[in-house]
Every structure is written in structure tokens, then in C-alpha cells.
């Protein structure tokens, strides 16, 4: 693990998973429709919604799609990491007031690139809203040992930490 509790690419190894979940609110629409510019009105009309295939107002994918973000940020492998990637497929859609739970696994690891696929899936009631894979870099406790110990050489008296 690393100072803020994320896997460090050490840790990881495949079949590993975890699972963010959150309600997707009327707040979350408006505000990514204004973060995003996306005002299509599928999303902020409910009375066109209304005439459409969905027969009402539905989330944004991406909206959806950042709860994958969120477990990838918080869960695994957490702090440190940074997205290099993804694909996905949307599959059903998110109305306000649907909880998403974006689940994560790890499917392999490249630890001297300190990169992991994750296969990325988000459900609600059980359903499979979006599925696909992410790549992600993390860091690495050889790498932060290595960089310690230079630093040590470079700075006489400096204590190394473990």
C-alpha cells in the first residue's frame, strides 16, 4: 500500500475486486449537464424525454461512467492511480434515483510497467448498465524504495524509510 492507502502495483493481482456504489441524483444531471455542456434533452427535458424510446428523462453515460472513476480512485488500486484508458459499452440506461454499483477486477498485471487491466462493470437492480475494460498505471514500492535510495546517496545523513 501507499501513503494513501491505494495498491501499490505489488499488491495487485488478478481476480482482486471491489465495488463503488451511488445514487445517481437530479443534482448530479443538472450539474453534469453544466460541468459537460452536454444539454441534450434526453437528459434535462423530461417532457421530451417523455416522447422518446427511454419514455422519460435518463442520465448522462459519462455521469454514469465516472462511478467506474470512483471505485478506480477510491477502491482499486485507489489513491494513486491514474486512468490510461478505457473502453466500455452502455448496455441499459440510468434514470434519477438509480443507484449504480461500478465494479472492478483486476484482470492482469504489468508490474515493471506499474499497469494494470481491470475489467469494469456498472449494475443497477442488478442489471448491467455499462461493461468494459480500463487500464490503469499505480504506483510501486520498488520504484518509491528505489527513488529513497538515491536520495539517500545524493543526501549524506538522510535516513531511508521502508
Known sequence: MNDLNGYDIEDLRPGMQATYSKTITEADIVLFAAVSGDNNAVHTNEEFAATTRFGGRIAHGFLTASVISAAVANRLPGPGAVYLGQQMRFRAPVRPGDTVHATV??????????????????RVKGVVVIDGEATVMTTSS????????????????AAVAA
Not at 477486477?105 to 456498472?122: F, G, H, I, P, W
Not at 520504484?143 to 549524506?156: C, F, G, I, L, M
Open 142 to 157: 520498488a520504484a518509491r524504495q528505489a527513488a529513497q535510495a538515491v536520495q539517500a546517496q545524493t543526501q549524506p545523513g
Open 105 to 122: 477486477t483486476v484482470l492482469s498485471v504489468d508490474t515493471a510497467k506499474a499497469r494494470a487491466v481491470l475489467s469494469t462493470e456498472c
